[in-house]
């Protein structure tokens, strides 16, 4: 089993993913426990929903529904109609969870936003206008060897780190475009 | 004609992938083969290229990794070749195995490759549960955000922040720490102001979660739109879609997923939840070598991945199986059923450990009861499982209209804009109706319940006698005014959904369908329930009731109704059996509604079958063109192999490769001037005898390679695919030798083999094409798609509509 771990993103998912299934496990916060129980409407008294902070053997009608609206002899009959429920939900789970996925949104937003204002911008200014024009050629398999000749080419090394970044980018936003061209424009896939 | 727009670019989003990547990095230095003679002495400079596996014992594994970049991948929307992805596999499991006797090492590594399986399903359970867990839980906070926001602590929902608070049994909703809209912006609940501007804060919230998402959609993953199961079926079946389950798919899949169920469209999670965990499982695929190189073995994967996909959306693990097995795979070993369940139950622990409803529930709409039923109410769930086949008929029927004119008129060309509209019509008409206000999965955990005296909904207005009642046992109740108006609001809702949904599905927004179909037939059920319920009620006279439902007893259960409503509905429109059944069962964890909801099932199965023959996953798939050869159907004409090969009697010639005489030129000729995926090889023009069958992109990788790499190649050199160089005078260029490439054993059948048998093999197998000969030599070649286009015709369906290979 080579393990081909290649790259950052697939360490990062399995972090993620490792913390969000270690978070289900723990943080028994003490907040986070209650017992529920609902009382319906008798004789004149209305209905009471009561939640408190007990244990499991402990929730039952006579511990947690305080004060007792009913006088002494009614209080069995009364308890007898109300239900008790034990609960237990994880706070901390559900904070880091909207947390992760309002900052995973928020990123992207951003990202989206300056891909497509902030980044044509900064181009014109460095490259002037022929890289523009340049990044909008249609891709098409009108030379078949020129294209294999692309298969190819895929090991010329780079030195440099930010090319590196740069052409995997340049090439995402080839597929993309390939992508949007084929549901958006062609319809043929995803109608 | 259109072949060639689905291959342009195929190189570029092809090699796109991370692994192609890393073979061209990795192999194309060939010093590795210098340390061993060559045994062909006369191949001179280029035996290391070709030698592969001729060569002595070290360079047994060059034999099985290519030997270049991009021999033996696929391009982009092409079919994979089955019977080459096993074979290569067997090759590769023999040659482990017979190393493992060498040594400690190889030992372990073939250990760990058979237990590679294993734990890359235990991964993809993991990843497919903590997704579903974040899904879960972030859609439930979304949806309560429209309404309004928890002041102790902004990521609470609705019911976590009334969590700790007392509040009375009528107002149970309502406690200090939860505000509304208005509450928080004018300081009060009440009066007409707040509730115009409560219902704007709610279609402000509503556009712009779906804004987001299909701008999201339409900038970064165009493939995440949709409910992703017609084209999961047909990737499984062996149809390449590069970039379907990648990464990027992935995160913005789940992203905005949560996104489009928040913002209150009539679209449920489920489907796109069987796309993300597909996704997590191409992706944890790229860890293990087994997998990563072997398209076939990835589909088993991808199977089980399925499985875990439908088994974190219902909680049912066996019916995350089944459903894998009846709708979604085409092959399914017995091997995958054992992993898929491995891979369904880890998921389903994950979720449950991560408790998203706080209840240890799966599902939001886990039902309790254990109410008997009388067989006699099978005549209403009868009627439930005829409706139930009527709507999904209509559905189909009028959504897949949708989606054409979606696809042919202007309508396609402003995705935004419809998904904008669609959310405004959706969001203004659903919030005066409570039952559409509230997010579809509350709606049908609502309709699933059984009404005790402990509720205080609407729908459990019954007109109470409380000196009549005796502990836990309620009585036979006439409805109250409560009662009443809930029926009429259920009854517009119903109407509602049945229209808005058909405008929905298939937006470009992630959309599922399973919710929507379960939330239409509990409404429809739970009606139907209530007026059996009042009818025993009022008449414990008739006959009908006076045997069973006597005086006093409460004998109907419309929540049971509901239930059975809302797995007919979901029948009707996917065509699910036993899937349907467990899946519904294991929602109630009881045994005894098990034949209720199989009448319901089996009679909307059938009822919709009359109408229609596909379920609506079958339907977009035939929408769409895909490839996909239904393994369900039976072929029953008589015609022939040679009434479907090409080429047809007045086409040109077949075209094809001379083994030992054509020129590096000559095969340049073809390629540029045809656009077939590949080209048989015979022994020579006259004899017409057939050698074996060469691929396109493989054709191409080689000789591009061979012109850089190899002294000598010219456009006059010849070409040989057979093992030993032909004569020819010392003074002609050297000669390239492409025997490598070459598959010796293409099926071929005879021309007059019915089509019956033809048909019978390309499912049976999963071929890509097959040969045709007629007395031993060729004749022409039968596709698969041309095999599709024949199934097309015969049926009378338009065979022009076939659009990939």
């Known amino acids: ?191 | 004609m259109d072949q060639k727009g689905y291959r342009r670019g195929s190189f570029q989003s092809s090699t796109s992938d991370e692994d192609m990547l890393e073979i061209a990095g990795a192999s194309l230095d060939f010093s590795m083969a210098d340390d061993d003679p060559p045994l062909d002495r006369e191949m001179g400079g280029f035996s290391s290229y070709n030698g592969g596996g001729m060569n002595g014992t070290s360079t047994m594994m060059d034999f099985l990794e290519e030997p270049l970049p991009g021999v033996g991948t696929y391009e982009d929307f092409n079919t994979i070749d089955w019977v080459r992805e096993k074979s290569r596999d067997r090759d590769r499991h023999r040659e482990i195995t017979s190393r493992s006797k060498e040594s400690t090492w190889a030992l372990i590594h073939s250990v760990s490759d058979a237990f590679s399986g294993w734990l890359l399903m235990l991964l993809i359970g993991l990843l497919a549960g903590s997704l579903a867990g974040l899904i879960d839980i972030s859609a439930h906070w979304m949806t309560d955000l429209k309404e309004g926001v928890c002041l102790a602590g902004f990521w609470f929902n609705h019911e976590h922040c009334c969590w700790k608070s007392n509040t009375t049994f009528t107002d149970r909703d309502k406690c200090p720490e939860w505000e509304s809209w208005s509450q928080l912006i004018l300081g009060h609940g009440e009066g007409a102001f707040a509730y115009i501007l409560n219902y704007f804060m709610y279609v402000i919230w509503a556009l712009l979660f779906s804004l987001l998402a299909v701008l999201l959609v339409k900038g970064f993953a165009p493939y995440a739109c949709g409910s992703g199961i017609p084209e999961i079926k047909t990737i499984l079946s062996g149809f390449i879609i590069r970039g379907y389950l990648g990464k990027w798919t992935l995160i913005i899949k789940t992203i905005t997923l949560v996104l489009a169920v928040s913002s209150g469209l009539s679209l449920g999670k489920e489907g796109p939840l069987v796309h993300v965990a597909c996704c997590c499982g191409n992706i944890l695929c790229h860890l293990f070598t087994k997998y990563r190189k072997n398209e076939a073995k990835r589909r088993e994967v991808l199977s089980a991945a399925a499985a875990a996909g439908v088994s974190v959306a219902f909680g049912a693990p066996i019916g995350g199986v089944l459903f894998s097995l009846e709708e979604v795979s085409y092959y399914f070993p017995l091997k995958t059923l054992w992993r898929s369940f491995f891979a369904a139950l880890v998921a389903a622990f994950t979720l449950r450990s991560i408790n998203p409803f706080g209840n240890s529930r799966l599902v939001l709409f886990y039902v309790e009861f254990h109410m008997p039923w009388h067989l006699l109410e099978l005549v209403p769930f009868i009627l439930l499982g005829i409706f139930g086949g009527l709507w999904g008929a209509f559905f189909i029927r009028s959504n897949i209209a949708w989606c054409r004119r979606r696809k042919t008129t202007k309508l396609g060309k402003y995705p935004v804009l419809e998904v904008f509209v669609v959310t405004a019509i959706t969001a203004i008409l659903a919030f005066p109706n409570e039952y559409t206000r509230m997010s579809t999965s509350e709606l049908i955990s609502e309709l699933f319940n059984d009404c005790g005296i402990l509720d205080s909904s609407k729908l459990c207005e019954y007109v109470n006698d409380f000196n009549s009642t005796k502990g836990d046992d309620l009585p036979d109740r006439a409805a109250g005014p409560g009662v009443y108006t809930a029926m009429w609001q259920l009854a517009l809702a119903l109407v509602m959904k049945v229209f808005i949904t058909i405008f929905t599905f298939g937006m470009k927004v992630p959309s599922g369908l399973f919710i929507p179909s379960m939330a239409v037939g509990a409404i429809a059920g739970r009606l139907l329930g209530v007026a059996v319920e009042q009818l025993a009620y009022y008449h414990h006279d008739w006959a009908i009731f006076s045997g069973w439902c006597s005086q006093g007893a409460d004998c109907i259960t419309p929540g049971l109704y509901a239930m059975v409503g809302a797995a007919a509905c979901l029948g009707g429109v996917t065509r699910m059996t036993v899937s349907l059944v467990v899946i519904m069962f294991e929602l109630t964890g009881g045994l005894e509604y098990i034949v209720p909801l199989m009448a319901a099932a089996m009679t909307s199965k059938w009822v919709a079958d009359a109408i229609g023959r596909e379920g609506i996953y079958d339907a977009h798939i035939r929408l769409n063109g895909y490839p996909f050869l239904e393994a369900k159907e039976e072929f029953s004409h008589k015609t022939l192999a040679m009434d479907v090969m090409r080429p047809r009697r007045n086409d040109p010639p077949l075209t094809v490769i001379t083994q030992d005489s054509m020129t590096v030129e000559d095969v340049e000729t073809i390629i540029n001037e045809t656009t077939y995926s590949g080209y048989p090889v015979v022994v020579s023009r006259e004899s017409q005898r057939l050698v074996g069958f060469v691929l396109r992109r493989d054709l191409i990788i080689s000789i591009e390679n061979a012109r850089k790499k190899q002294d000598g190649i010219v456009s006059t050199s010849v070409i040989y695919f057979t093992d030993h160089s032909p004569p020819l005078p010392p003074s002609s260029p050297s000669m390239l030798k492409l025997r490598s490439i070459l598959d010796l054993s293409p099926f071929t059948v005879t021309d007059q083999t019915p089509m019956e048998i033809v048909v019978d093999i390309f499912r049976k197998l999963g071929l890509r094409q097959c040969l045709v000969t007629h007395n031993g030599k060729l004749l022409g070649i039968i596709t698969k798609k041309d095999v599709l286009k024949h199934i097309a015709q015969l049926a009378n369906q338009d065979p022009d509509s076939i659009l990939f290979n």
Not at chain 1, 86 to 93: C, D, G, L, Q
Not at chain 1, 142 to 149: C, I, S, T, V, Y
Request: glycine share 4%.
């Open chain 1, 1 to 191: 089993m080579a393990a081909r771990c290649g790259g950052w993103p697939r360490l990062c998912w399995l972090l993620a993913l490792a913390a969000l299934a270690g978070l289900g496990a723990e943080a028994k916060n003490s907040e986070d426990v209650r017992c529920k129980c609902i009382c319906p409407p008798y004789k004149d008294h209305s209905g009471q929903i009561y939640n408190k902070n007990v244990s499991q053997k402990d929730c039952d009608c006579l511990h947690v529904v305080e004060p007792m609206p009913v006088p002494g002899p009614d209080v069995e009959a009364y308890c007898l109609r109300c239900e008790c429920k034990y609960e237990e939900r994880s706070s901390v789970t559900i904070k880091v969870t909207i947390i992760i996925y309002l900052s995973i949104l928020g990123l992207l937003l951003l990202y989206m936003v300056y891909l497509t204002l902030v980044e044509p911008i900064l181009k014109r200014r460095l490259f002037g206008h022929s890289q523009l024009i340049q990044s909008d050629e249609d891709i098409g398999d009108h030379q078949p060897f020129a294209n294999a000749h692309d298969v190819l080419a895929r090991s010329r090394s780079r030195a440099n780190v930010l090319n590196k970044v740069e052409y995997a980018q340049q090439r995402w936003k080839l597929q993309v475009q390939e992508q949007r061209k084929s549901v958006f424009d062609r319809h043929v896939v995803l109608s």
